[in-house]
């Protein structure tokens, strides 16, 4: 099969288009035909090196986690799905080796759920990872009705996906981005506030009471969450360890079907959906890796096989 993989750490010039065998199906597995793999920064992040004291890597490495495909057959004790199912994963495994920026790829049954209808191709591969991090992190929180909350990032893959989440939930949400995105995230039914200096204030005087959730997906931003979060608020960051000395939960997103499937019922019923900001093929990897490491586009960055 077609894939793209790298022999060692580095940048996106360790990528090669390569020839691999198709992946062996190990029981409670099902081999996909990728039809769309999103990318995102932990993908570029493991290349270079940043997760190698929590994760194996057995080379040549297939980068990628997010899928959208076809079921192309179905290993032993796997009867949750049958050959020609369309699927959506999260496709994390406990070591880093056969990921999804390939023709094809295995997946344990607990990373898949079936494909939304409502979404494109290149939406549903855009979906698994970003939206299963903002769902569980608010979940996780209790986020429901009444609450406000404050997403930080409100704009980027994971915030946006997280602020459509909110609302379902039932919650108000105000979110930081930069006033470019403001008029984006009003559409998904933000108040938006321009983050930098007199965030707090602003967040302040759109929540006089104070917030009762805060969702951090950036980092760096502890002093405000503390500053703007209502008595006996909650709080969480996938993207900053420290709010563990400050009564927060440090969050790291797990592949769950169940949760897959409750976002794959969010998008149907017209409550989330996935902004694509670019597309490309397999053998522009590097390219893509390149554009999402300058962190502009608004929206996912998807490869098509």
């Not at 769309?36 to 932990?42: E, I, L, M, R, W």
């Not at 960051?237 to 769950?256: E, F, I, N």
Request: proline share 6%; with cysteine; net charge negative.
């Amino acid at each position: 099969m077609r894939a793209m993989a790298y022999e060692r750490y580095g940048g996106p010039e360790v990528l090669a288009e390569t020839r691999l065998p198709v992946p062996k199906v190990a029981p409670g597995e099902v081999l996909v035909r990728v039809r769309c793999a999103a990318v995102n920064p932990v993908d570029w992040k493991i290349m270079a090196g940043g997760l190698d004291g929590l994760m194996d890597a057995v080379y040549p490495v297939v980068p990628g986690w997010d899928v959208a495909g076809t079921v192309e057959m179905v290993g032993i004790d796997a009867p949750e799905f049958t050959a020609g199912d369309e699927v959506v994963g999260y496709a994390r495994k406990d070591w880093v080796h056969g990921g999804t920026f390939a023709e094809f790829v295995s997946v344990p049954v607990r990373c898949l759920a079936p494909k939304p209808a409502s979404l494109t191709w290149q939406q549903a591969a855009g979906l698994p990872l970003a939206g299963l991090t903002a769902y569980q992190l608010l979940t996780r929180l209790g986020t429901g009705e009444g609450d406000t909350v404050l997403v930080h990032g409100a704009a980027g893959g994971v915030g946006s996906l997280g602020v459509q989440i909110a609302r379902a939930l039932g919650a108000r949400v105000i979110g930081t981005a930069s006033p470019r995105n403001h008029d984006r995230l009003r559409a998904l039914g933000c108040e938006p506030v321009a983050y930098g200096d007199g965030l707090t204030e602003r967040v302040r005087a759109l929540a006089p009471e104070g917030t009762t959730v805060v969702a951090d997906f950036v980092g760096g931003v502890l002093d405000v969450t503390r500053a703007v979060l209502a008595k006996d608020g909650r709080h969480a960051s996938v993207a900053d360890h420290t709010v563990l000395g400050a009564d927060g939960q440090w969050m790291w997103v797990r592949p769950d079907a169940g949760d897959l499937a409750a976002l794959g019922r969010l998008a149907d019923t017209g409550r989330l959906t996935v902004t694509v900001a670019e597309t490309f093929p397999l053998s522009e990897l590097a390219a893509a890796f390149t554009l999402n490491q300058a962190g502009h586009t608004a929206g996912k960055i998807v490869i098509e096989i």
